[in-house]
């Protein structure tokens, strides 16, 4: 496992291919560093190790659960709670578990498709893994193709690069062309794990491929956009003031990928199952990370409303039974998918189909619910709070912290700064991009339906209509 510096350090040593705000520059700075910085610092730290660190399957060393691949229900338990904490600690999305949930489901699906074809792509990924694990590699997760005209499938676009394709297939490897959208953190990943992004027909086998690259392979642009949350005098900086996150469009500008790191190259059918398989992971990976972004939101309305007056007003209590609800109903199902999960032929635990999906999904209605809970509690400050600044001005310091108090005993400063947190996670870049993600992250609302749909044995329930109303057929 890897140090904070050493991370840092594997960093600057790629190649610059970023290109944002007008400059094509390499990895230092990024927002959203501290984040996957702080992935590798709960691994050492004793504290969380228990839930931070794994065995590995294959080397049986201790290495970072989030390069783990499961192994059984406690595993999946652990990444939950593990995603949890983390989260609460970053005050928002941990970010490594994309990388993570493409490596299970590619562990499962690799298999799958050698037994059925023939073909060597599991022992090739298990080479990999093991640099995966022995490295503490950081990974990203390219799923989301661009899609062109959404109406249309891969094979029917006007330009088939609408979709990441094998456009040259050579004796030591294939060369890919297309773009991902969306990349969450792939300036800060050192491989990016592609994968298929749907289910494909027999005849659009070049769109079913899997490969990991460095992400700063030949022919990989990555154009970037970043948020941050609004910088601070240090006196009234908190813990993620000027931090922030980041997004790639990665482009696969005829990249090669030698076949030793191609895991998927033309088996149409495995190349839908993929896509699911991942999106399962990362619902589940949902079921640690929403409750604890709810846990962030229910604090603050706590605090706020102690602080303001209105702790005790029967609305306000309510609603943090409504935020309760929504965070242990969320990660209660999580718990249930890793209790009903099931192993999978290659020996990795996949968790229930349902329960993960109706998390995702329940988690995904509440969202802007719940930012509207912690607007109402809160007023309308977070939306006009002065600046830090002015709060600490020799001019009208002394003015904005009079009428900025509320009930006695709690300073004007501290009134300040959970207002100002609340501020940053509601009324800012920030903020919207956390909303986004809460809506389509693991995919568009409508795909948790159809997973859920399915597999969820509705004829069974027609079946209990017909037996209790006395229908005999
Ligand atoms: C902040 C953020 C981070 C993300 N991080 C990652 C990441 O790290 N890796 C990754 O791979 N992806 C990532 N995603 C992508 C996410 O999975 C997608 O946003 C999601 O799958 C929706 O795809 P889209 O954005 O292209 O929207 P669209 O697919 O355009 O969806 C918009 C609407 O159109 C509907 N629609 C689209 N196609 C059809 C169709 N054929 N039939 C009927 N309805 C249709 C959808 O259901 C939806 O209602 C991230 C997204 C966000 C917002």
Not at 7 to 34: A, C, F, H, T
Not at 124 to 130: G, K, M, T, V, Y
Not at 153 to 167: H, N
């Amino acid at each position: 496992m890897r140090t904070r510096e050493e991370y840092l350090e594997s960093l600057k040593s790629m190649k610059p291919n970023i290109y944002m705000e007008g400059e094509v520059r390499g990895r230092e700075g990024m927002p959203g560093s501290e984040i996957m910085e702080m992935t590798c610092e709960l691994a050492l730290n004793p504290e969380y190790q228990h839930l931070t660190t794994a065995t590995s399957s294959i080397t049986g060393e201790t290495i970072n659960r989030f390069n783990h691949i499961h192994q059984s229900p406690e595993d999946l338990l652990k990444k939950q709670e593990m995603t949890r904490v983390a989260t609460r600690m970053v005050g928002g999305c941990i970010a490594r578990c994309m990388g993570c949930d493409a490596m299970n489901a590619l562990s499962v699906i690799t298999y799958q498709c050698d037994q059925a074809k023939g073909t060597e792509y599991h022992a090739r990924w298990l080479e990999f893994l093991e640099h995966w694990q022995k490295d503490d590699v950081v990974g990203c997760c390219a799923q989301s193709d661009v899609k062109g005209d959404r109406g249309r499938r891969p094979g029917d676009q006007t330009d088939p690069d609408m979709y990441l394709r094998i456009v040259e297939r050579r004796p030591d490897g294939i060369v890919v062309r297309g773009a991902k959208a969306h990349n969450s953190f792939a300036p800060l990943a050192e491989e990016i794990i592609a994968i298929p992004t749907r289910f494909l027909r027999p005849n659009e086998s070049d769109w079913a491929v899997a490969f990991a690259v460095p992400g700063d392979s030949p022919g990989v642009k990555l154009v970037v956009r970043g948020a941050r949350y609004r910088d601070r005098i240090p006196e009234l900086a908190s813990l993620h003031s000027g931090k922030g996150e980041c997004e790639s469009f990665t482009i696969f500008d005829d990249v090669f990928v030698p076949w030793e790191r191609v895991f998927l190259a033309g088996e149409a059918e495995f190349g839908g199952q993929l896509a699911l398989l991942f999106s399962l992971y990362h619902r589940h990976s949902y079921t640690g990370c929403k409750p604890a972004v709810t846990d962030v939101l229910m604090g603050a309305a706590a605090l706020v409303a102690e602080y303001s007056g209105t702790a005790r007003e029967d609305h306000v209590r309510s609603k943090l039974a409504e935020f309760i609800s929504v965070a242990e109903l969320v990660y209660g199902c999580g718990i249930a998918a890793a209790v009903k999960s099931s192993r999978a032929p290659s020996g990795t635990q996949v968790p229930d189909v349902v329960f993960c999906n109706v998390a995702r999904k329940h988690a995904g209605k509440n969202l802007y619910h719940e930012y509207d809970l912690l607007a109402d509690i809160a007023g309308g400050l977070p939306a006009t709070l002065p600046y830090d600044t002015e709060f600490a001005s020799p001019e009208v310091g002394e003015l904005v912290q009079k009428y900025l108090k509320r009930v006695d005993g709690v300073s004007a400063e501290n009134i300040f700064r959970c207002y100002a947190w609340i501020s940053d996670m509601t009324c800012s870049s920030m903020a919207g991009v956390m909303q986004y993600a809460g809506v389509h992250g693991g995919g568009s609302p409508i795909m948790e339906d159809i997973a859920i749909l399915g597999t969820y044995n509705i004829e069974e329930k027609k079946q209990l209509a017909k037996f209790l109303a006395g229908i005999k057929d």
